[in-house]
Nanobody, 114 residues
């Protein structure tokens, strides 16, 4: 059974930073392309960043230059470093396989507010 456990969210002021973690179980995150997604209130879930098996990355235009996705193979964990946070980044953040849908975790809430 594959599970993802996201953590690291919280309340941060505009311009602040957070680092999200996604621990995978039942899956080797280095052997599948992984994505970070977010869902804001009243909006559909959207993909914000992807890390390929090759370690290449992709970012949505809305986060490019501010967010960095990375992976620690030894810890089987994917990270999302978020800098220069804006109120529009407020959402629940999830990780999942990019190439094949797997059960979603609980997500981690990120709130950007002064």
């Amino acid at each position: 059974q594959v599970t993802f456990v996201e953590s690291g969210g919280g309340l941060v002021q505009p311009g602040g930073s957070l680092r999200l973690s996604c621990a995978g179980s039942g899956i080797v995150v280095s052997m599948t392309s992984m994505g970070w997604y977010r869902q804001a209130p009243g909006k559909e879930r959207e993909l914000v960043a992807t890390i390929w098996v090759s370690q290449g990355t992709w970012y949505a235009d809305s986060v490019k230059g501010r967010f960095t996705i990375s992976r620690d193979n030894a810890k089987n964990t994917v990270y999302l470093q978020m800098n220069a946070l804006k109120s529009d980044d407020t959402a629940v953040y999830y990780c999942n396989s990019y190439t094949r849908p797997l059960p979603w975790g609980q997500g981690t809430q990120v709130t950007v507010s002064s």
